[in-house]
């Protein structure tokens, strides 16, 4: 079976070093035959969490938003490697 990851971008800003890395990522990955999707969280429409608890009991979140699509997708993978790129300030 073909592995499948999928890439979940955070940074607000488009096409710079975060993205970019991760596209680096994405590109060694599919070199060696793995499916990935990749999710920019700028772009998607996501609601605040408005604590009700529907989905502590349904599993299922009741705000059809797109990051429901996300956990979603996330559920069918084995693994979930989170990456994060901080940035420092010198001064």
Do not use: H
């Not at 070093?17 to 999707?37: H, P, W």
């Amino acid at each position: 079976m073909r592995e499948r990851w999928i890439a979940v971008v955070g940074s607000p800003r488009k096409r710079k070093n975060t993205e970019l890395l991760v596209d680096y990522i994405i590109q060694g990955l599919k070199e060696r035959n793995i499916e990935v999707d990749k999710f920019l969280l700028s772009s998607t429409n996501i609601s605040t969490c408005s604590g009700c608890e529907y989905c502590m009991v349904t599993r299922k979140c009741k705000i059809n938003d797109d990051i429901s699509g996300i956990i979603d997708r996330m559920k069918e993978l084995e693994v979930i490697q989170n990456f994060e790129l901080i940035k420092k300030r010198y001064e």
